[in-house]
């Protein structure tokens, strides 16, 4: 009996994770079907070595973990392409405004895809899914410095890709300002 109620609950929080791991796969694949084959991968092996887990607390970090596995065997078995399927993102406000803010995500997912892997798995984790560097750490399988540089490296790469699309600056703004 506890065995079956404890199933349940995991089933339950697998489901609940399944829209931040298909987000994961999506912005490292930039392939909506591809990202929910690894999702739909990733959560029945997930099922099938439930007894592996040996903390619960930590289910998403060995998700992602089990997720970044299913992606790389990926990697191995396909040749890379560069086709990214346009993302319709929900947009407010006017047709104007929701064509930049298109136009400008469109610009901040196609500089992401252009980072090599590693740089683009450690950025979208660390920046999108708000993980610790820790955490990333061994969901990846790599160093906490390999981390780090990876992510520097990222986001000095996207910085001087996408710099030009910030809006400019008030030249009678100050550069500084006092605070106190």
Not at 95 to 119: I, M, Y
Not at 147 to 152: F, I, P, T, W
């Amino acid at each position: 009996m506890i065995e079956f109620c404890v199933s349940l609950s995991l089933k339950r929080r697998l489901r609940e994770q399944r829209a931040r791991l298909y987000r994961m796969a999506l912005s490292w694949t930039g392939d909506n079907m591809l990202s929910d084959d690894l999702v739909q991968e990733c959560l029945t092996r997930a099922w099938e070595k439930r007894q592996h887990l040996r903390d619960e607390a930590r289910l998403e970090a060995w998700l992602f973990r089990i997720l970044h596995n299913c992606w790389m065997e990926h990697l191995r078995r396909q040749k890379r392409t560069t086709d990214i399927d346009e993302i319709p993102a929900e947009q407010e406000g006017g047709p104007d405004n929701s064509l930049e803010r298109a136009q400008l995500a469109d610009r901040v997912r196609a500089a992401v895809a252009r980072l090599p892997v590693g740089q683009r798995e450690v950025v979208t984790l660390v920046d999108l899914e708000e993980c610790r560097y820790a955490e990333v750490a061994e969901i990846l399988d790599i160093p906490i410095g390999t981390v780090m540089s990876r992510l520097s490296r990222a986001r000095k790469t996207l910085r001087a890709e996408l710099l030009h699309l910030q809006p400019p600056r008030d030249a009678r703004q100050p550069l500084l300002r006092r605070v106190k």
